[in-house]
């Protein structure tokens, strides 16, 4: 199977950074889509970021131009950078693993099989 941990979540200003990791054991990332998902209380859990196996990058219209996305086959580790923080990015964050769903249904949290068990981001203002 694969095992995903999250890290880096942590406290920061409005309009700071911060960057989440996810280190993945037991599978290779670069033979994955990996993705980004956050949730905060009261809501669904809401895509954010992925990336294919071909290296395609896809982004959530509320993060674009903010997070990146990338992944690090050496480290077997995908990391999502964020930029210009808001208080609404402010939620827990979690990565996600899949490597036999259809093409376009990376967006949707019920196509991942694998997921970590998540790491809070807060963002003060």
């Known amino acids: 199977q694969m095992q995903l941990v999250e890290s880096g979540g942590g406290l920061v200003q409005t309009g700071g950074s911060l960057r989440v990791s996810c280190v993945a054991s037991g599978r290779t990332v670069s033979s994955y889509v990996m993705g980004w998902f956050r949730q905060s209380p009261g809501k669904e859990r809401e895509f954010v970021a992925a990336?294919?196996?071909?290296?395609?990058?896809y982004y959530a219209d509320s993060v674009k131009g903010r997070f990146t996305i990338s992944r690090d086959d050496a480290k077997n580790t995908v990391y999502l950078q964020m930029k210009n923080l808001k208080p609404e990015d402010t939620a827990v964050y979690y990565c996600?693993?899949?490597?036999?769903?259809?093409?376009?249904?990376?967006?949707?949290?019920?196509?991942?099989?694998?997921w970590g068990q998540g790491t809070q981001v807060t963002v003060s203002s």
């Open positions: 990336i294919t196996w071909s290296g395609g990058i």
């Open positions: 996600a693993a899949d490597r036999d769903m259809y093409t376009g249904s990376w967006y949707y949290s019920a196509e991942y099989d694998y």
